[in-house]
Nanobody, 117 residues
């Protein structure tokens, strides 16, 4: 059974940092990319950052220079280091795994990130 488990969300003050982690288990296909998306209330889900099997990264303009995506220490894990968080970063963050670049991929259950004073 495929499972994507996200951890690390929470409440943080503006300017603070959080680190999200995603662990994928039960994956029987070759992973093309792992990444993070987010959805704020009343808005569509949007890309935050992705990391493919060649090591290439892609970031949303709004997070460039503040967020860093990287492979985790364990197999099929990916981390998102989020620095200089702002209230507009408040959203549910979802982990995504793709076997091919054109696929929608698999989604985790999401983890809430709230940036507020």
């Amino acid at each position: 059974q495929v499972q994507l488990v996200e951890t690390g969300g929470g409440l943080v003050q503006p300017g603070g940092s959080l680190r999200l982690s995603c662990a994928a288990s039960g994956i029987i296909f070759s992973i093309y990319s792992m990444g993070w998306y987010r959805q704020a209330p009343g808005k569509q889900r949007e890309l935050v950052a992705t990391l493919n099997n060649a090591g290439s990264t892609n970031y949303a303009d709004s997070v460039k220079g503040r967020f860093t995506i990287s492979r985790g220490n364990a197999k099929n894990t990916v981390d998102l280091q989020m620095n200089s968080l702002q209230p507009e970063d408040t959203a549910v963050y979802y982990c995504n795994v793709k076997g091919r670049p054109w696929e929608t991929g698999l989604w985790g259950q999401g983890t809430q990130v709230t940036v507020s004073s």
